[in-house]
């Protein structure tokens, strides 16, 4: 598989907009995904875009991508305690038809 | 909930046993994984089912033996395990293989002495 890099931390203030960002080397992917981990639980799959998209709304989630630059955003808006966990992005690599998982980024929400 | 059930959710076990932990899915679904989610590394695939058959084997050691005898059951047969394979191991599945949209289920933990 290709690399999926993301940033392993990430700290905001309840209220605020948080966002996750995520890099990918396979310019062949054709989906990208937005997992999330609860503490103590398996991945849950928050949202994901095809890769001919820009930009993805779901409720208090937007997902960006930028394909030039192989670079992938979650924007939660209205950040509640609720969301801390660890975000995974993924791409579906056309080469092996397999899914690749980034590092995780740990989402710490403050009060 | 899921779908997905991981059982047992935590397991010690020392170097020279053997253990099995199970995996079952009630989503009807013809796809099975399994990952290991250690500190040090992110999410390793280890084998695929699709249909009942192994479609991906991931450079893992004979150690690790894996079996599907239908499409809802998967197991992760382990024997004379390491220390460093200490990790959660994570169990999805899918409506076919080749797709991202994994349903995971909780993880068993297992600890290796």
């Known amino acids: 598989g290709e690399d999926v890099e993301q940033s392993l931390f990430l700290s905001v203030r309840e209220g605020d907009s948080s966002v996750i960002n995520c890099t990918y080397t396979?310019?062949?992917?054709?989906?990208l995904y937005w997992y999330k981990q609860e503490p103590g639980a398996g991945l849950q799959l928050l949202t994901y875009i095809f890769s001919n998209m820009d930009m993805k709304q779901d409720q208090r989630l937007t997902v960006l991508l930028n394909k030039k630059d192989k670079h992938l955003s979650l924007r939660i808006a209205d950040t509640q305690t609720g969301d801390s966990a660890i975000y995974f992005c993924a791409e579906l690599w056309n080469a092996g038809n397999m899914l690749t998982f980034g590092g995780g980024t740990r989402l710490m929400v403050k009060p | 909930e899921t779908g997905v059930t991981q059982t047992p959710r935590h397991l010690v076990m020392g170097m020279t046993n053997k253990k099995s932990l199970k995996c079952e899915q009630h989503?009807?679904?013809?796809?099975m994984y399994w990952y290991k989610q250690s500190a040090k590394k992110p999410l390793e695939l280890m084998f695929v089912?699709?249909?009942?058959?192994?479609?991906e084997n991931n450079s893992v050691p004979s150690r690790f033996s894996p079996e599907c005898p239908n499409s809802s059951h998967l197991f992760l047969h382990l024997h004379t395990l390491q220390p460093e394979d200490s990790a959660l191991y994570l169990c999805?599945?899918?409506?076919?293989?080749?797709?991202?949209?994994?349903?995971f289920g909780e993880g068993s933990r297992l600890t290796v002495l």
């Open positions: 396979d310019s062949s992917s054709t989906y």
């Open positions: 089912y699709s249909l009942e058959e192994r479609v």
């Open positions: 999805a599945s899918s409506q076919e293989y080749g797709t991202g949209e994994l349903f």
């Open positions: 989503l009807g679904h013809n796809a």
